[in-house]
């Protein structure tokens, strides 16, 4: 049975920009294999007819609806993030008119719990191995605050936001199962996490590698900037010293005193009397450009440190997450050989106890590859190598779990399609 899967992430003012770039797959991604480029064209987003500015779209509603007497916190959560989606079987069994359905039903959901004005965009990701949806939602409250906190800071919101979500998807005719808390320990946890811990690091990672490309290009400008300044100095030492110019004067007594020298001396006292004032006021210029752009820069450090330390955090996340689906893995294993060994127990106790073991030993077979199904979409028994009572307890679980037994011709066209 597929689960109805939804969960919730709030992002900083600074983690913005990295969802966009990862929503809109505005830089190629070489960390995000499940991507797949010939596919990104069919993404949708079913509140905005093209692309927007992810920071410039949430200052805009902050502006026109906060209310608050104090100025936001730097540090307040800006945007809020649901991702929702099933498992790809779920998916396979839909058609393209009820799998967009079912995104259009998560999305007014959430527009009726938490206000349809609050939510920003709705992008359908259907390049990747699993379709699923991204729901942006800035956390405005009706009395014009900007608090998430009033929104989530209740333990028990997040477990009534998938018991709820699970009640209105499956009363629209999707027939999935609850989505596990995350306060309970389960497999579908660990891959919950595992998903969320792979999109943060690939979000963060873009956003890292921007914030390079903007230190560099600052780095560049503070260059050509001082080199520009260096040429100018350069131009002006050419200009010999006023002590080295030919000067001769002429009058007095009866006529006014004049002064005569070299055009070319004159030309070089008005190439110095313009370059002074010019050069006062450029180099005025560049001081203050220069103290913009070394405050950009030290930003941009700071900003750069933090998202290197998240992205470390995740990577940890990502790494223990892996060990554990090892460990998980082994002790699959484990049960596989255990029930191997208590199969020939039982064949040599004789046929009427094995018959009734085989039933036994087909139903576990069953339920194990349903918890396999969750965690990794992968089948550890196939129904076709299992012997005839097998096949029957194997069948007696499918139909305990509201699925459908199929006959051999059936699965034969499932995993090789209609014959032509």
Known sequence: MSFAIIRMQKFKAPDVKGMQIHNYREKESHTNPDIDQDKTGLNYDLLNDREIEFSEAIQREIDE?????????????RLCEFVVTSDRDFFDKLSPQDEKRFFEESLSFLQERYGKENMLYSIVHKDEKTPHMHVGMVPITDDGKLAAKQFFGKKTELQQLQTKFHEHVTGKGFNLERGISSDRKHIETQRLKALTAKEQVQALENELKQKQEEKQALNKSIKDTTTRLSE?????????????????????????????????????????????????????????????????????KQQLAIVEKDREKFKRERDE??????????????????????????????????????KVLGYAKHQINKTLDVFKGDELFAKKGLSEH????????????????????QEKEKDHGPEM
């Not at 007497?69 to 307040?76: E, M, N, T």
Request: proline share 1%; hydrophobic share 30%.
């Open 65 to 77: 609806r906060y209310k608050g007497q104090k100025a936001i916190r730097k540090d307040a959560v």
């Open 232 to 300: 100018f100095k350069k131009s002006l030492d050419k200009v010999p010293n006023f002590e080295d110019l030919q000067i001769k004067t002429k009058g007095g007594l009866f006529r006014s005193e004049t002064i005569e020298m070299p055009s070319r001396d004159f030309e070089n006292i008005k190439v110095l009397a313009q370059g002074s004032e010019s050069l006062r006021e450029e180099n005025k210029a560049y001081k203050s450009h220069n103290f913009d752009l070394m405050g950009e820069n030290a930003n941009l």
């Open 321 to 358: 997450l892996r060990k554990e689906n090892q460990k998980l893995e082994k002790r699959l294993s484990r049960t596989e050989k255990l029930l191997e060994k208590v199969h020939d127990l039982y064949k040599k106790a004789g046929l009427a106890h094995l018959q009734s073991f085989e």
């Open 390 to 409: 097998e096949v029957e307890g194997f069948n007696t679980s499918i139909r305990n779990s509201g699925g459908i037994v199929r006959n051999s011709s």
